[in-house]
């Protein structure tokens, strides 16, 4: 067996914020090599690069000018994007009410100047380990276990999410909901290892169909599945629902029971619309829900679009 050398494990990224020259230098020499070091003196920069660069875990000054340490956890805990990344703090004075202040803002840990290298190692490491295991266990509870696309609960975030975006930008946003034609026909007829084999070989022939940054694809319950199109309008939606009909037909998987065709075939409903407030996102879905509807009632193996 050969075991991955060191450099084949990806390192953990660490952001230094320090407004003293000094003390970057001491902790980023300690750091680096066992991490991916980024730096920043201020306030205003540290939030940028944090938002940009996601890293794993921030070690924070408390005492800088402009923006101080506390302020900027506020704005790095207020934010989506960034309230998950463990904030250890950094301080010389350190008070009780300081400690407390800065837990109760959300700071996972602290550490005081002058460093003692070895326990801040020994702290960084901690909140590194924690927020990879956080992130496992997220990224487990979001994925469909058989399929191993999304699931439904990770569809509704980045609905709301792409949802939003779409109102900021003025673009069109478009949902297509899919439905395996005669699927309990095949569970009857086919047993239910045959069931899951054809609904994991059609997530994955769906995940390969469209692959522009924000396209999205989940496993929306039973035998259907849904895509986001984000910035997609209507006839760029129908072509892309059109290609996934084929794909799906095109595996060829036998289906005999099957009105409507030898092989296993997909109903497919697609809406558009360009979202002018955040509420009407109910509508969107229904929309592809009528026309999914209208997709099976015309026929099946179809693609319906409003
Ligand atoms: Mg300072």
Redesign the pocket.
Known sequence: MTLPTHDEFKKSTLLIV???FI?KEILAHGFRADYNILLASSGEEALAVAERELPDTILL????PDMDGYEVCRRLKSSRRTQKIPIIFSTSKCTDEDEVLGLTMGASDYVTKPFNMALVKARVRNQVLLKQKTDLLEQLASIDGLTEVPNRRYFDEVFEQEWRRAVRNEYPVSLCLVDIDFFKQFNDNYGHTAGDDCLTLVARTLANISRRAGDFLARYGGEEFVFVWPNCDVKHAQKLAEQARVAVSRLGIPHVHSDVSDFVTISLGVASIIPESEDDRKDLLESADEQLYLAKQSGRNTVSCK
């Open positions: 320090d407004d003293d003390n000054d408390i005492v800088m």
